[in-house]
């Protein structure tokens, strides 16, 4: 992996990275990167995937924004950014997610884990189970709980199997150690 932090890197956030903890670090990634940036909101990452050209106004946006540039494009470390900026080297998800885990040293905190909304990445709202009649199948209505509610797109998520499974990814293909 490639990681460069630009020669001024107090312009792009108030404390220097390593005063930050993991787990407050927010990225955008390039289109690149759909399936690592969805890993990294079900993480509870504020994950900003951009499906846009990977150029100037995408690294000045990310700069703004105070975020981490993940891309698999190696030509951007050669690029002048103020930012920090990570090449990913790895092809498939599974590698992409222990790649950035582990160099960046990111916390996996299973009371952030389903946060954020995976395709939005906006931050889940709790809602009553009363409010989600008719937007989940009946089955779900009556076992699952708690819900929540993405503001931005409307998804509903509860605790189920597709969580269970995303635990045992985890375990697989990172790191981090998982109750």
């Known amino acids: ?5 630009g ?13 930050i903890e993991s787990a407050d670090y927010k990225f955008t990634t390039d ?20 499906r846009g050209d990977v150029n100037r106004d995408f690294l000045r946006r990310a700069q703004q924004e105070e975020r981490i540039v993940l891309t698999r494009k190696r030509d951007m470390a050669k690029r002048q950014f103020r930012g920090r900026l990570v090449v990913i080297e790895q092809d498939q998800v599974r590698g992409q ?19 954020r909304c995976a395709l939005c990445n906006a931050l889940l709202e709790r809602v009553p189970t009363r409010d989600v009649e008719g937007l ?18 409307g998804k509903i998520y509860w605790s189920g199997a597709h969580r269970a499974m995303a635990i045992e990814f985890l375990r697989q293909h990172t790191p981090v150690r998982l109750p």
């Open 1 to 5: 992996m490639i990681d460069r932090l």
């Open 7 to 19: 020669p001024a890197r107090r312009s792009f956030q108030r404390r220097p990275m390593a005063d």
């Open 31 to 50: 289109v690149n990167l759909g399936t690592l940036a969805r890993w990294l909101r079900i993480l509870g990452y504020d994950t900003r995937f951009d």
């Open 97 to 115: 997610l222990k790649e950035v885990i582990g160099k960046l040293g990111l916390c996996v905190d299973m009371n952030r884990f389903y946060r």
């Open 136 to 153: 989940v199948p009946d089955y779900v209505y009556h076992q699952a709980g708690p819900f929540q509610r993405c503001p931005g797109c």
